[in-house]
């Protein structure tokens, strides 16, 4: 069965065979703009209304959701078809509302210290999969007054590997929700096709990597995707993302006590930042606990001392703030505290 968000317009037109031609607009404004479920579309006849909540069903069903930071971080967890379970985290702050969304169920690239990492790869998920996490959180930020204004593809998964479906949903996201591209950032482990792919598509969006070491011997341990796409050639990527489409490039380094945090990596990450001058920048992540990694995150004041030597060392690095760890926040964690069971719905 097809669900709610996988339709494009030409596939809705389908299904609206025999309706008036201005039913599309109605059903697809109703859908994107109003963010309504077809039942309350209320220019639509009440028997299509009926037909179309019938024939449209949600992909995503509710298993729990997490409240935290006084109501501003909410995470929610969802069961897919088959059983598989994936996050999505709406975020708000006082100048913008975030959506961090999965595009896997689990992930293949094998990082340790990820939770999502830890739990394996399970299945990429659908254009409408994706594009319906953004639905339904921008559903509870209406509801609490605020609206979606950034997407960051930073939960669950790695998007380069799943990136025929995030560049569609990345479309519907700027042409049918009305985000600017330039409030939609699209993260990746290294993956350097992914990169070259993202710098030929039409949008400038941004580009995140998770690099968390800045030499090849570490980031072999750390991100073991770096074998096949060392440090060198990785940087020589992001420099032609940038000169086609002259977005920042943030690399993601999340701060892990005794490992990635002394002040030689410090030095090493800026000279990989001077070769982006000016517009390579640092988001120093403190590191969630994760039941299967032993090793802890930098301490708090040891996060704004690497900050501090960055920017002695000529690198322009932000603190990002731990949001939701006492609703296990980070990718993966809240996923792996459920117990799954696989099952086919009929």
Same mark, same amino acid.
């Given at each position: 069965m097809t669900t709610r968000y996988e339709l494009t317009r030409d596939g809705l037109t389908e299904l609206l065979d025999g309706e008036p031609r201005y039913r599309l607009d109605q059903l697809w404004e109703g859908l994107y703009t109003h963010l309504a479920d077809p039942v309350d579309i209320t220019n639509l006849p009440k028997s299509l209304r009926a037909r179309l909540d019938a024939e449209l069903p949600l992909a995503l069903q509710p298993v729990t959701e997490s409240v935290s930071d006084r109501g501003d971080t909410v995470k929610f967890l969802w069961e897919l078809d088959g059983g598989s379970r994936v996050e999505t985290v709406l975020m708000l702050y006082s100048d913008r509302a975030t959506v961090c969304v999965s595009?896997?169920?689990?992930?293949?690239?094998?990082?340790?210290?990820?939770?999502t990492g830890q739990a394996g790869f399970t299945r990429h998920l659908t254009v409408g999969e994706i594009v319906e996490q953004v639905v339904r959180a921008a559903q509870r930020a209406r509801r609490l007054d605020r609206r979606v204004s950034n997407i960051v593809f930073m939960g669950m998964g790695e998007p380069m590997a799943n990136l025929d479906a995030v560049w569609a949903a990345t479309e519907r996201f700027h042409g049918d929700l009305g985000l600017s591209a330039r409030h939609i950032t699209i993260s990746t482990v290294g993956v350097i096709p992914g990169i070259r792919s993202l710098k030929d598509r039409s949008l400038p969006v941004n580009l995140a990597v998770s690099l968390h070491?800045?030499?090849?011997?570490l980031r072999d341990d750390l991100v073991p995707i770096n074998r096949r796409y060392p440090i060198d050639d990785l940087m020589a990527a992001c420099a032609d993302y940038l000169q086609v489409k002259h977005r920042r490039v943030s690399f993601e380094w999340a701060m892990i006590e005794g490992v990635n945090d002394r $002040? +030689?990596?410090?030095?090493e990450l800026a000279a990989l930042c001077r070769r982006l001058s000016p517009h390579g920048h640092v988001n120093l992540i403190p590191l969630n606990p994760t039941p299967g990694y032993p090793t802890t995150g930098s301490?708090?004041?040891?996060?704004?001392?690497?900050?501090?030597?960055? $920017? +002695?060392?000529?690198a322009n690095a932000t603190v990002r703030r731990n949001r939701g760890t006492d609703i296990d926040a980070a990718c993966g964690q809240l996923a792996a505290g459920q117990p799954v069971v696989l099952t086919r719905r009929r």
């Open positions: 595009s896997q169920a689990g992930c293949a690239m094998g990082c340790g210290f990820c939770a070491a800045a030499n090849d011997t $002040d +030689s990596d410090a030095r301490s708090p004041k040891r996060v704004e001392e690497f900050r501090d030597l960055l $920017d +002695s060392f000529g």
